[in-house]
């Protein structure tokens, strides 16, 4: 079935410019130049006989000089004692925590080499983020700090400890202050630590300083409710979700959290069970990865975000309308603000949630009626079991950085912090540390901040600590360390006990202590035993305290007024006036991991830019100042702060508005991270004393074109029919509604009858749910993680090579209203005009669809394989022998699916490439039951082999059957929606096997017969129907 | 020599023993036995005690020699936790020189039994004393390397008695020949004639063979034959050290542990039945047993020093530890997977398949060609040993369905895949 759905990748496919159309004629962006040679003095220059002679003589002495070389002889060292627990060859797993979530970190020989969620986890269930996924290549991040630093220049501890005390001891003499700088901690045990230095040092405070500032939402639950905290929000429990640009699949407070409880209403499951999923309307300004996912999604200017919420408010409460409702430019929306409120209230009370992801006191005031008035508290809003995730307060911050100023600070820690560059008033804080006596950093590394501290005291990196944390309230989790420290760092908290000479010295004996007295008790353990129990287990969740339900009194009259004042002084005018607005992206965030490779080369899921940050315009925009893709912009903000960064058309961006991501830009992060990309944060903008991501810039066109490595359409589908979607009403009517089932493919021929490939035992299948799926990328960097894939660089990526294995197509569509004139197969837009239909983009809808090798069992690329490299396994799966392969590349050209990626070059032996693969010490990171792949050769997703062999295996020592689910792929594993399920297709009771069976399941370029082993499931959207009529 | 040696080793020894005991008989107790006690000693004491060295106890002899108050000693002997609880300054400074570890208490020892365990200590600790006294036999030393000269030039001279004995029969045969046809009378002329024209040109009689053709194509298809038999059978054998013994850091000896001593594989090589890695033993293995065993081996010795150990305090300085680096023998290459317990375990495959008779070598080498062939040939020709596992029952029984009674090799159950070793 083809619908009149167009999807397209980029614009430039929808468009089909003439580079792009150039450039997907041929299956590599670069060809051969084998015409050249061809049609050149290539074949008709003559070879000289003795040229020939030359070469030929040449040769044979190589081969035999090389032929005489000795066979290296290979050193085996065992250990010398070796650790009880370690058997080379087997990995072992210890329980840890990444940012508040309960981990498994996998070590092989004593270095950890993979981080993995733990399945008992509260806050993903076992999922990770693409971050906490990479975490563990940031162990052996050559840029590291290799020890620390007094007035920047190395020296020990003793001897940075004897002038941090002496210093400590003159300042606490001299009654100034002394401000510990953290982002926030949840850590039980590190805040008891803080706490214990501020007894030892009465004039010393804690400053909670967030680069990414909740402090609206605290504050505003504080006045509201008495309750200065951020609430534990249950998305699975709302029917209806309507947010103004909170995008709380990806960055907003705990983003696996939130996915896992989204999809819960919205996968295969619910579906099939309850006929029914959630409604998600999204009203933001840039297309951010929960825009991306949502049901209705509406564009709206940064400055009318405040508006929008009044708006809504009044919708829901005529009654008590507040003064000031304007309507909003973009009249769709003021529509759907109308129709939210309706969806709202028909959900029922406690089944409704609202949020935003401003940070304004005032407008968080408002989100926090409207959740009252829906009766959310106590249901989708939990204020008793609040989150410890983010407790920055922007007032304490500024407060300290007004006294530094003044010079009433004497020393100043900072943990986790790094205001130099986050900070938007990046004088401010360089005069304030100026007049400090003591500036202390506990960074891992030489940054920005650290340049100006006169001691760096390095901490530990989070998998060579000890601690603990305290994601949300009752959830008690441990940090363990996997690998004794690389560097000769030490861990912030114990440097903390040993300069205010508290009684314990060491922080595991302390740790101990505070779990002794205060924490083992919470979850029923205690003594030696609970501990070790608490180390296996990983977490300990107290019962939780039943939700209290809240009721919102206070008088909003003044709150509106603040909002609409702070709406105008954003709002953009005159000519070249833009309203921006800085938002995270999933991989980068706050920019604190920005020397990571592999974040850096994840396409960011929305743009598919890789490598850089940009100026996303809407198409309209664009257009309207003639501007080119990847043309230069610069943009002045009104602190006359200015930047120049490349423009990139982004459907779905409100006309009139600018995003631009934080995290790039930074100066000081180590090899992979210097600049790259521009610096957003000096965009801020302090209104009502709390930070604001939106303010009003000025834009002037520059003449330089900048291009960005934007992986969106490599690997093109060339408008083949590729996404599958249906809306619910439709499913409910057909469940098979837009899977193609309607008899189309009939006839089947099968070139290979006489020969079949018998799968007796395991026919390994995947089943993908594109409506689980977010697309946020995570699975993209476990893949990397677990399959040594080689990170290529900016340049590389340009040039269409990105290694992954697994990549997420992300589709643009529209809906052609009934127009079936266009040439559905190829999906090109046959009419200008359509087009031009096309003013703002304003209601494109995206589909996330992961793609990866889809194990055909007529598979296309093994057919033309001269050397048989890549051949088709009894257990269903497509294998590829690297050291068979010779590199015709012919199978990545047959590939329908363009899943293939080819070693242009020896990426782990390449000095042009300053790759971790090639480095021998962030080498430690590579999966040692993975190869390493060389040049010249052709590579694709294994479907995790090696994971598949060793669970077999541990079977037949176990002797017993494998168990469905034992297996785990990846990109599986790492998902917090559950979007990808692999297993036994053999196997009728199998998850997977359940999954295909839905009717929902399609297989992509089915026509093809090339009988794909992925299953994909029909992305079904709760669309509003009154809205687009 | 060696022998000779050794016989007047033994021979010494023998005689020594005589007089230490005769000795002994004169000064020691008249009830005691030293012959009783040297079979108590070695039941209960040698653990921790030896006569002459400290091991986790004192070096009894010189102990003893010191300590002469034997109803302090039997005391202690039988229970010297109670005389540590009674404050015997004694016993207290032993202890506690010896890191507080407390002595095993034998309770069930009578006072005749402890007598005769210290008279068989002193008397073989000064019989051990007067041994280290007289000189150590000379010429032992020297012997050693006599064998292995002799051998080589026995090789040689056999291999020139044999060349000698090759050309004598031939020069027999010639003569022989050439009576014959004497005596038939046939071509003495051409014969001398032919000899002179040798002397006149060297190399008439190849220019006579060349013109031979079919000699010459025979001789031109040998050699090409052998050529190219030579070439593709070296080619075949590229990278493959079927037979690489390298010289390792420690002389140790597969045929002593293995063989003599039957010490099970998988004592040493921990991962050869649960790992992919079978896994070099690292050094705390080898110290279970020498810790007390062969002390005084130079080969020993390396692992005291690799470990930082000193035998004396028997304490370890891991400041002075250094790894001891083995050569790897199999080098499997990174690109195929291979999983020991797999074979091992699942498998049931002997060691010997593919290491040889590792109990027989005294130094160990490659013993298969570790060649995919190799590997291919073995999947194709064993029989899967899947009765009584678990996992086997569901997959043999898919598998009788296709291939009714043949016997089931790994290759069939997709065992020759590519991906089945590389990924």
């Given at each position: 079935m083809d619908s009149n759905k167009k999807y397209w990748k980029g614009l430039e496919e929808l468009n089909r410019t003439p580079e792009f159309v150039e450039k997907n004629r041929h299956e590599f962006a670069e060809p051969i130049p084998i015409e050249e040679v061809l049609s050149g003095g290539g074949l008709s220059a003559k070879t000289p006989r003795r040229d020939f002679l030359k070469a030929l003589g040449f040769g044979v002495g190589a081969v035999t000089l090389a032929a005489c070389q000795k066979v290296p002889v290979h050193k085996s060292i065992p250990y010398l004692v070796k650790p009880e627990e370690i058997t080379p060859g087997i990995a072992n797993y210890y329980s840890s925590t990444y940012e508040g979530s309960a981990i498994l970190v996998k070590t092989r020989e004593g270095r950890p080499i993979k981080v993995e969620g733990n399945p008992g986890d509260l806050l993903s269930k076992g999922g990770l983020s693409a971050q906490a996924q990479a975490s563990v290549l940031e162990l052996y991040d050559n840029s590291r700090a290799q020890g620390p630093l007094l007035n920047g220049t190395a020296t020990g501890w003793p001897q940075l400890d004897k002038f941090v005390k002496d210093e400590l001891a003159a300042i606490k003499a001299g009654g100034k202050k002394i401000s510990l700088v953290t982002s926030t901690v949840h850590s039980p045990s590190t805040l008891a630590v803080i706490?214990?230095?501020?007894?030892?040092?009465?004039?010393?405070?804690?400053?909670?300083?967030?680069?990414?500032?909740?402090?609206?939402?605290?504050?505003?639950?504080?006045?509201?409710?008495?309750?200065?905290?951020?609430?534990?929000?249950?998305?699975?429990?709302?029917?209806?979700?309507?947010?103004?640009?909170?995008?709380?699949?990806?960055?907003?407070?705990?983003?696996?959290?939130?996915?896992?409880?989204?999809?819960?209403?919205?996968?295969?499951?619910?579906?099939?069970?309850?006929?029914?999923?959630?409604?998600?309307?999204?009203?933001?300004?840039?297309?951010?990865?929960?825009?991306?996912?949502?049901?209705?999604?509406?564009?709206?200017?940064?400055?009318?975000?405040?508006?929008?919420?009044?708006?809504?408010?009044?919708?829901?409460?005529?009654?008590?309308?507040?003064?000031?409702?304007?309507?909003?430019?973009?009249?769709?929306?003021?529509?759907?603000?109308?129709?939210?409120?309706?969806?709202?209230?028909?959900?029922?009370?406690?089944?409704?949630?609202?949020?935003?992801?401003?940070?304004?006191?005032?407008?968080?005031?408002?989100?926090?009626?409207?959740?009252?008035?829906?009766?959310?508290?106590?249901?989708?809003?939990?204020?008793?079991?609040?989150?410890?995730?983010?407790?920055?307060?922007?007032?304490?911050?500024?407060?300290?950085?007004?006294?530094?100023?003044?010079?009433?600070?004497?020393?100043?820690?900072?943990?986790?912090?790094?205001?130099?560059?986050?900070?938007?008033?990046?004088?401010?804080?360089?005069?304030?540390?100026?007049?400090?006596?003591?500036?202390?950093?506990?960074?891992?590394?030489?940054?920005?901040?650290?340049?100006?501290?006169?001691?760096?005291?390095?901490?530990?990196?989070?998998?060579?600590?000890?601690?603990?944390?305290?994601?949300?309230?009752?959830?008690?989790?441990?940090?363990?360390?996997?690998?004794?420290?690389?560097?000769?760092?030490?861990?912030?908290?114990?440097?903390?006990?040993?300069?205010?000479?508290?009684?314990?010295?060491?922080?595991?004996?302390?740790?101990?202590?505070?779990?002794?007295?205060?924490?083992?008790?919470?979850?029923?353990?205690?003594?030696?035993?609970?501990?070790?129990?608490?180390?296996?287990?990983?977490?300990?969740?107290?019962?939780?305290?039943?939700?209290?339900?809240?009721?919102?009194?206070?008088?909003?009259?003044?709150?509106?007024?603040?909002?609409?004042?702070?709406?105008?002084?954003?709002?953009?005018?005159?000519?070249?006036?833009?309203?921006?607005?800085?938002?995270?992206?999933?991989?980068?965030?706050?920019?604190?991991?920005?020397?990571?490779p592999w974040l850096q080369e994840l396409p960011d899921p929305v743009s598919k830019v890789t490598w850089d940050n940009f100026a996303a315009m809407s198409p309209a925009d664009v257009k309207k100042m003639g501007l080119d893709e990847f043309q230069v912009i610069s943009i002045k903000g009104a602190n006359g702060y200015s930047v120049d960064l490349p423009v990139l058309s982004q459907p779905g961006q409100a006309v009139g508005s600018i995003s631009v991501a934080v995290g790039y830009g930074r100066t000081a992060a180590g090899l992979v991270g210097n600049n790259v990309g521009k610096n957003a944060y000096p965009f801020y903008n302090l209104l009502s004393g709390t930070f604001q991501t939106v303010s009003a810039v000025t834009v002037a066109k520059t003449s330089t074109i900048f291009p960005l490595s934007q992986t969106q359409t490599h690997h093109s589908f060339e408008g083949r029919n590729v996404i599958r979607e249906a809306t619910l009403v439709e499913y409910q009517k057909d469940p098979a509604a837009g899977s193609g089932k309607e008899g189309e493919h009939e006839g089947f021929y099968d070139l290979w009858e006489n020969s079949p490939h018998d799968k007796p035992v395991y026919d390994w299948v995947m089943a993908i749910d594109l409506n689980a799926c977010t697309g946020c990328g995570a699975c993209v960097v476990a893949c990397s993680a677990e399959n040594n894939i080689p990170v290529v660089g900016k340049d590389e990526v340009g040039r269409r090579r990105e290694m992954h294995w697994i990549r997420i197509d992300r589709y643009y569509s529209y809906e052609q209203n009934g127009d079936a004139k266009t040439d559905g197969r190829t999906g090109m837009v046959t009419k200008e005009k359509d087009i031009d239909k096309l003013v703002n983009f304003d209601n494109v809808t995206v589909v996330h669809q992961p793609m990866l090798c889809q194990h055909c069992d007529h598979a296309p690329c093994e057919t033309v394989c001269p050397v048989l490299a890549t051949t088709h396994s009894s257990e269903g799966l497509n294998m590829m022998a690297y050291n068979r392969c010779v590199g015709t590349r012919y199978c990545a050209n047959n590939c329908p699916y363009k899943v293939r990626r080819f070693n242009w070059f020896n990426y782990w032996n390449d000095s042009r490439f300053d790759n971790y693969l090639s480095n021998e010490h962030t080498q430690l990171v590579l999966n040692p039951d993975v190869t390493t792949r060389f040049r010249g050769v052709m590579e694709k997703c294994s479907m995790c082999v090696q994971r598949i062999q060793a669970g077999k295996l541990k079977a037949k020592i176990e002797k017993r059957p494998l168990a469905d689910g034992e297996v785990k792929v990846a990109c599986q594993q790492t998902c917090s929606a559950n979007a990808i399920v692999f297993g036994n297709r053999n196997d009728p009771n199998s998850e997977v096997s359940k999954a295909l069976k839905s009717e929902r399941t399609y297989y992509v370029l089915e026509e093809l017969n090339v009988k794909p082993g992925i299953g994909y499931q029909v992305k079904v959207r709760n669309t509003l129907s009154e809205l687009q009529a | 020599m060696r022998n000779i040696s050794f016989i007047f080793k033994q021979f010494s020894k023998s005689v020594l023993l005589v007089a230490g005991l005769a000795l002994c008989g004169l000064t020691a107790n008249a009830q005691a036995d030293p012959a009783k006690g040297e079979a108590i000693f070695k039941a209960k004491c040698t653990a921790c005690h030896k006569i002459d060295v400290r091991m986790t106890g004192p070096a009894l002899g010189p102990q003893l020699e010191a300590e002469t108050d034997d109803a302090y000693l039997t005391k202690w002997i039988q229970n010297n936790q109670a005389l540590i609880a009674a404050k015997n300054p004694k016993a207290l400074k032993i202890y506690n020189e010896y890191n507080q570890a407390g002595m095993t208490v034998f309770a069930e020892l009578t006072d005749a039994d402890v007598a005769n365990v210290i008279a068989y200590v002193r008397a073989d600790w000064k019989k051990l004393k007067e041994d280290k006294a007289k000189p150590a036999a000379g010429g032992a030393v020297a012997a050693e390397q006599g064998p292995s000269d002799l051998v080589i030039f026995g090789l040689l001279g056999v291999i020139v008695i044999a060349?000698?004995?090759?050309?004598?029969?031939?020069?027999?045969?010639?003569?022989?020949?050439?009576?014959?046809?004497?005596?038939?009378?046939?071509?003495?002329?051409?014969?001398?004639?032919?000899?002179?024209?040798?002397?006149?040109?060297?190399?008439?009689?190849?220019?006579?063979?060349?013109?031979?053709?079919?000699?010459?194509?025979?001789?031109?298809?040998?050699?090409?034959?052998?050529?190219?038999?030579?070439?593709?059978?070296?080619?075949?054998?590229?990278?493959?050290?079927?037979?690489?013994?390298?010289?390792?850091?420690?002389?140790?000896?597969?045929?002593?542990?293995?063989?003599?001593?039957?010490?099970?594989?998988?004592?040493?090589?921990?991962?050869?039945?649960?790992?992919?890695?079978?896994?070099?033993?690292?050094?705390?293995?080898?110290?279970?047993?020498?810790?007390?065993?062969?002390?005084?081996?130079?080969?020993?010795?390396?692992?005291?020093?690799?470990?930082?150990?000193?035998?004396?305090?028997?304490?370890?300085?891991?400041?002075?530890?250094?790894?001891?680096?083995?050569?790897?023998?199999?080098?499997?290459?990174?690109?195929?997977?291979?999983?020991?317990?797999?074979?091992?375990?699942?498998?049931?495959?002997?060691?010997?398949?593919?290491?040889?008779?590792?109990?027989?070598?005294?130094?160990?080498?490659?013993?298969?060609?570790?060649?995919?062939?190799?590997?291919?040939?073995?999947?194709?020709?064993?029989?899967?040993?899947?009765?009584?596992?678990?996992?086997?029952?569901?997959?043999?029984?898919?598998?009788?369905?296709?291939?009714?009674?043949?016997?089931?090799?790994?290759?069939?159950?997709?065992?020759?895949?590519?991906?089945?070793?590389?990924?």
């Open positions: 706490a214990d230095f501020i007894t030892a040092f009465p004039t010393a405070s804690h400053v909670t300083y967030d680069a990414v500032s909740y402090t609206g939402i605290i504050q505003a639950n504080k006045n509201s409710f008495g309750k200065a905290v951020v609430p534990h929000y249950n998305f699975d429990k709302a029917k209806v979700i309507v947010s103004f640009g909170a995008d709380f699949l990806g960055t907003w407070i705990s983003g696996e959290e939130f996915t896992t409880q989204y999809v819960q209403n919205r996968n295969s499951k619910a579906l099939e069970e309850k006929k029914d999923m959630s409604r998600h309307i999204q009203f933001e300004s840039g297309m951010s990865l929960t825009g991306t996912n949502a049901d209705v999604r509406l564009p709206i200017k940064p400055s009318e975000d405040g508006l929008a919420i009044i708006n809504l408010y009044n919708a829901l409460n005529p009654a008590g309308a507040l003064p000031g409702a304007k309507k909003l430019t973009n009249a769709n929306a003021d529509k759907a603000i109308i129709l939210a409120a309706k969806e709202l209230q028909k959900a029922g009370a406690g089944k409704a949630l609202v949020v935003s992801g401003s940070n304004d006191v005032s407008v968080q005031t408002v989100v926090n009626a409207i959740n009252s008035l829906l009766g959310s508290y106590g249901s989708t809003i939990d204020l008793d079991n609040p989150s410890r995730q983010y407790a920055g307060n922007d007032t304490d911050w500024l407060q300290f950085v007004a006294d530094a100023k003044s010079g009433a600070v004497d020393a100043v820690f900072f943990l986790d912090a790094n205001p130099v560059y986050d900070f938007y008033i990046a004088k401010d804080i360089e005069a304030a540390l100026s007049k400090v006596r003591l500036k202390v950093t506990f960074s891992d590394r030489a940054d920005e901040t650290a340049a100006l501290c006169n001691v760096v005291a390095p901490n530990h990196h989070y998998l060579e600590s000890w601690g603990d944390d305290s994601a949300v309230e009752g959830y008690y989790t441990i940090v363990q360390p996997t690998i004794n420290p690389v560097n000769n760092t030490r861990q912030a908290e114990e440097s903390l006990l040993v300069w205010s000479d508290n009684a314990v010295k060491s922080y595991y004996t302390y740790l101990r202590n505070n779990w002794d007295k205060n924490l083992l008790a919470k979850g029923g353990l205690s003594g030696q035993k609970g501990w070790e129990a608490l180390l296996q287990k990983g977490f300990i969740n107290a019962t939780a305290v039943t939700p209290g339900t809240y009721n919102f009194t206070l008088s909003l009259g003044g709150v509106a007024q603040t909002i609409l004042n702070n709406s105008s002084k954003v709002t953009a005018s005159g000519d070249g006036g833009f309203e921006l607005q800085v938002y995270q992206t999933p991989a980068m965030r706050d920019g604190k991991k920005a020397n990571n | 060349f000698i004995v090759i050309l004598v029969l031939n020069k027999v045969i010639a003569t022989l020949e050439r009576l014959l046809l004497n005596k038939s009378g046939l071509l003495v002329d051409e014969e001398e004639e032919a000899e002179e024209k040798v002397k006149g040109d060297k190399l008439a009689l190849v220019k006579k063979a060349l013109k031979n053709k079919k000699l010459v194509f025979f001789i031109v298809l040998c050699g090409t034959i052998a050529m190219g038999s030579w070439s593709w059978v070296t080619m075949w054998n590229t990278n493959v050290h079927q037979g690489y013994q390298p010289v390792q850091p420690i002389k140790y000896s597969h045929k002593l542990h293995a063989g003599a001593m039957k010490i099970e594989c998988q004592y040493c090589h921990t991962g050869a039945f649960k790992s992919k890695n079978a896994s070099i033993p690292s050094l705390n293995v080898c110290m279970n047993c020498h810790k007390a065993v062969k002390t005084e081996s130079p080969e020993i010795h390396k692992i005291y020093d690799a470990l930082g150990y000193d035998p004396q305090t028997q304490k370890y300085d891991s400041t002075k530890a250094q790894p001891i680096q083995w050569v790897r023998i199999h080098n499997l290459p990174d690109l195929a997977y291979f999983n020991h317990s797999q074979h091992t375990v699942v498998g049931k495959i002997e060691c010997q398949k593919c290491h040889g008779q590792i109990q027989e070598m005294q130094e160990v080498y490659q013993y298969s060609p570790l060649t995919m062939k190799w590997c291919i040939q073995c999947h194709k020709r064993t029989e899967i040993s899947g009765k009584g596992n678990g996992y086997y029952d569901k997959i043999l029984a898919a598998h009788d369905k296709i291939k009714k009674g043949e016997k089931v090799t790994p290759a069939m159950l997709g065992g020759l895949e590519c991906a089945k070793c590389h990924y």
